[in-house]
T-cell receptor, first 113, second 112 residues
Framework: KQEVTQIPAALSVPEGENLVLNCSFTDSAIYNLQWFRQDPGKGLTSLLLIQSSQREQTSGRLNASLDKSSGRSTLYIAASQPGDSATYLCAVGGTGTASKLTFGTGTRLQVTL | AAGVIQSPRHLIKEKRETATLKCYPIPRHDTVYWYQQGPGQDPQFLISFYEKMQSDKGSIPDRFSAQQFSDYHSELNMSSLELGDSALYFC???????????FGAGTRLSVL
């Protein structure tokens, strides 16, 4: 059974800092990995998707890496802004048709002025 | 571009009542997934359908049932509602061959 863990559970940084969020998963037989952002009480916004054959993806100030063999992914946020404050979730997609996503426990990020 | 549409966005029910949540996938997507996110929890997979057949089943209570219709929309039926069913319910759709899930905005169910 796939288990996904995110560290740290919560993080507070001053504006402008670069930061790294970590995601680890127990079963390396994955199809893809997604990073989502969720504001309190709101829906899931997809940030980056990495296919299992890829090593990293970049979008603006965000960079996600994937090391499938070690069961780890990182989300790097450059030059953090107060608007980045949210919960960040990683989710691992299994192999096979119509495989579910298994979500991590999330990292709650607070970027202060 | 068309996205996944969920209705209603908010729903308030009493204990023991019944609720029906609807999901309209992105056109041409053949797979629908349902997830439940309780307060302070991560989303948990409930059930999925591929080409109108149940594909996978997670921790879905027996009081819940779901189906995918001929137009590919899906409905999640929840009976004998309990306080613990209060949650955000997300629907996602994908093309099974690509397995990239796109999420709807969610339905917030409050059971009083």
């Amino acid at each position: 059974k796939q288990e996904v863990t995110q560290i740290p559970a919560a993080l507070s940084v001053p504006e402008g800092e670069n930061l790294v969020l970590n995601c680890s998963f127990t079963d390396s037989a994955i199809y893809n990995l997604q990073w989502f952002r969720q504001d309190p009480g709101k829906g899931l916004t997809s940030l980056l998707l990495i296919q299992s054959s890829q090593r990293e993806q970049t979008s603006g100030r965000l960079n996600a890496s994937l090391d499938k063999s070690s069961g780890r992914s990182t989300l790097y946020i450059a030059a953090s802004q107060p608007g980045d404050s949210a919960t960040y979730l990683c989710a691992v997609g299994g192999t096979g048709t119509a495989s579910k996503l298994t979500f991590g426990t999330g990292t709650r990020l607070q970027v202060t002025l | 571009a068309a996205g996944v549409i969920q209705s209603p966005r908010h729903l308030i029910k009493e204990k023991r009542e019944t609720a029906t949540l609807k999901c309209y996938p992105i056109p041409r997507h053949d797979t629908v997934y349902w997830y439940q996110q309780g307060p302070g929890q991560d989303p948990q997979f409930l059930i999925s359908f591929y080409e109108k057949m149940q594909s996978d089943k997670g921790s879905i209570p027996d009081r819940f049932s779901a189906q995918q219709f001929s137009d590919y929309h899906s409905e999640l039926n929840m009976s004998s509602l309990e306080l613990g069913d209060s949650a955000l319910y997300f629907c996602a759709s994908s093309l099974a061959t690509k397995n990239i899930q796109y999420f709807g905005a969610g339905t917030r169910l409050s059971v009083l």
